[in-house]
């Protein structure tokens, strides 16, 4: 699989340090509030992402922090601390606001169809691990102890922006745009590890440390859970764009200065999802959160399927017509698929092995050019495949699978397709399929006598050609708040 890696700024092929098994850290909510569909939208292309290389055949072990601790409003280690904010908001304790915060964003994860990473850990259970790595930092020469505060060095390091796209005047520009200075850095750049001298007096979490009772900065949280769990090579790493800097320049810098040589080759960064007064962040005030758009009558593929309809590396603009037109088209894909489960009377879908006896049937069946059309099921796959590998184009992959839909493939060869797509995709397409059959059997079952007996005789009446007749009983019908639509399977009404 090739992405677009942000350290060398090229679509590369991903090679992982072990052959066959591949290595991904996610960098995982703050867990103070209730993540917002921008958030949402990191995790979603990042699902997309892990999936694919598990398609590809790869071993994947993905490991997510949970930020529970020593993240401040700026990411430059100023401002106030996010988990007390949020404390302070709703009266509670830091850690029932983490507990609380952290079942939510997992609850949004099973409605969007994310997959939960292998191993999570959240930083208030890892202190001994960031304790350690500071202490060696501390001994190779890389840190140093100023205010009480123990701060990176970066003047220690050959390059500190290796994402190359930021500099120290950007640096500068975050300084006066308000935040405080904080006098006790060396260098501008340079970033705190841990925290003694915190400004806040009633800050909870505190742990004892060589340095003072303290708390650890945010950056050293990603390398230490990463390199605890994960080895001292890590292949992939992600994160929303906003990360880059500082988030993973400092995780780079401190990493690979603890390790002594190169840590994580590929980054991939999700852009932001924007609304029209710009990006989504929760510490506006007001976000839009996966139980919203439930309230306001989404199902939540709907989020999803608008989120795989752009690439991760464009903004993604947010507003109630776009999704309005994501869900349209969502509804009309479902709609396709339960026509294939239509096709030739339906029967729930169980998947490949209670369908071995047809699959066998159908590879005799064969198209004009005398092709056996089972085959297209594969080529159309690999296809699929083949646009999620470049870079993961999640859009084109989507009109691959509407080839697949329109291809002439037996119905349980396409059925099968569809499915391992899916299984990429995430869009739930064959359960909200019989979910759409079910409804549409239940509302042809709920009809009255009445109603089901002029419905009978309208459809006597097209059989004897008399179309005066039918659209007497078709005007009827409409007087009693019933439509009728003519389907591939036969006359049916529905409440107007
Ligand atoms: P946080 O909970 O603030 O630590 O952020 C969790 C993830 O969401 C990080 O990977 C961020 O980079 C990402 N993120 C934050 N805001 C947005 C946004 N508006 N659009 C997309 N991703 C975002
Ligand atoms: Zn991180």
Known sequence: MQIFNSLTRKKEKIIPHTPGKLSMYTCGPTVYHYAHIGNLRTYIMEDVLEKTLRAEGLDVTRVMNITDVGHLTSDGDTGDDKMLKGAKREHKTVMEIAKFYTDAFFVDCVKLNIKRPDIIQPATKCIDEFIKVISALMDKGYAYEAGGNIYFDTSKLKKYYVFGDVTEEDLEVGVR???EADDNKRNKADFVLWFTKSKFDDQE???D???GIGYPGWHIECSCISMKNLGEYLDLHCGGIDNQFPHHTNEIAQSEAY????????WFHVHHLNT??????KSKGEFLTVSLLEEKGYDPMVYR?????????????FDWENLN????????LVARVAAVLKQDGYTPYKGEDATVKMLEEAKSETDKTGQQTFIKADVIYDEFLDCLSDDLNTAQAITVMYDLLKADI???YKLMAIEKMDKVLGLRLIERAEQLIKKEQDDQSDIPADIAELVAERREARKAKDFAKADEIRDKLAELGWEVKETREGTKVYRK
């Open 410 to 412: 037996p119905k349980y």
């Open 205 to 207: 979490l505190k742990w």
């Open 177 to 179: 745009e308000g935040v």
């Open 259 to 266: 390790l002594g040589h190169e840590w994580c080759p590929y």
């Open 209 to 211: 440390s060589p340095w």
């Open 305 to 317: 399927f608008f989120c795989l309809q752009s690439h991760y590396r464009k903004t993604l603009t």
């Open 325 to 332: 037109n994501a869900k349209g088209a969502y509804e009309k």
């Open 276 to 281: 029209s007064g710009g990006k989504m962040s």
